[in-house]
């Protein structure tokens, strides 16, 4: 059986089309606006790549959540990953966009063609090789990721310390999802009425994630799969509590995702990490208890600890031209920015939203072009 054939159902246009005329239906009944963020970038990549914001009624809009790590990432931490590249006899290991996303010194892509040693991998196990190949190399993985990803770093890290490595550090940048939503939906300005929550994050931490979320603010979540079914399906479920007056959390993707998760992976990652106090986030500003750091047992393989001395720890501002961080609140929609598709393009990208290939201004770029 082809992976094709295995997808095909949720993508058949007949579906796609009998979904969208139930939607419409529903939305004429609504008193006011629903106002939907979906959380993931895979999402917002779904809703461009397949015209599925064509086929929503007028009165249902999407707005575009902070579901991309590398865009959320502020300047101040990728300049420690060029900072932690310059020292003599370092290697810097990164996974795919965080590689590209320039800081104030330029990207990582620019540090190797400096001639210093940064390194794409395809999997963050290949960090346990690279040490053991380079034993006289201070190696540094730069761990980026929601809850998604977090478990894979915690995986290297228990197993370097197993294998007793003494050159493997980690600089970790591991996010939360549900304290980026709360520091949005606290915004006086967010318009935001109903949930697309992301899949992904929710298979490792599972739905229960959302609970205090859907306590707190009496808003409908679903938990969404990334396919064109799959989100329409969402947005029915979504409407149907709307009309109902319910704030219920539900889980869509059921084929992936449980209320308890992985509770195997959340375990390697509660072994190693802890919450930390503070983190900024770009466009977003200071959220509290919103990241991840090594726990001090771990702290000789903590970057931020053994290379203290070599971090600026310097505060960066954006420019201002740049709306990605109204973006990320929902407030604005790339096209809104005049920077949009002439001063900022994926190959000269000026915000961290082009910049990643989940970022909502790629993805407009791509698809939703005018």
Known sequence: MSVDHLISPFRDKRTLLALSDAIKKLAFKLEK???IMEVC??????????????????????????????CVMPRARLDEAYEL?????????????????????????????????????????????I??????KKVIYIAIGFETTTPMSASVLLNAKKEKLKNLF????????????????KDPACQINALLAPSHVSVISGAQIYSPLVDRFKLPI?????????????????????????????????????FEGNVKAQALVNACMEVRENF??????????????????FA????????????????????????????LKGIAKPLDCSLFATTCTPQNPIGSCMVSSEGACAAYYRYKRV
């Not at 990334?226 to 009309?243: C, G, H, R, T, Y």
């Open 85 to 129: 590249a310059t020292i003599k006899d370092s290697i810097i290991l990164s996974l795919g966009d965080m590689m590209k996303v320039p800081g104030s010194y330029g990207s990582l892509i620019q540090a190797r063609e400096k001639g210093l040693d940064a390194r794409f991998l395809y999997s963050p196990m290949q960090a346990l090789e």
């Open 41 to 70: 970038g895979g999402h917002t990549h779904s809703l461009m790549k397949y015209g599925l914001l064509d086929l929503m009624p007028k009165n249902l809009e999407f707005v575009h959540g902070p579901g991309c790590p590398v």
């Open 280 to 297: 900024e986030w770009r466009g977003l500003g200071n959220i509290k208890r919103s990241a991840l750091k090594l726990k001090e047992a």
């Open 131 to 136: 040490a053991k190949e380079n034993p006289t």
């Open 170 to 185: 980690f600089h970790i940048n591991h996010i939360l999802v549900p304290p980026s939503v709360s520091a949005i939906l």
């Open 300 to 327: 000789s393989y903590d970057a931020e600890k053994v290379f203290k001395e070599y971090l600026s720890h310097k505060i960066i501002k954006e420019n201002k031209a740049c709306k990605c961080g109204e973006i």
């Open 33 to 35: 606006k629903l106002v």
């Open 222 to 258: 679903i938990v969404s799969g990334f396919e064109p079914v799959d989100i329409l399906e969402s947005v029915l479920m979504l409407l149907k509590q709307a009309l109902n007056k319910e704030a219920k959390l539900e889980i869509q993707y059921k084929r992936a995702v449980s």
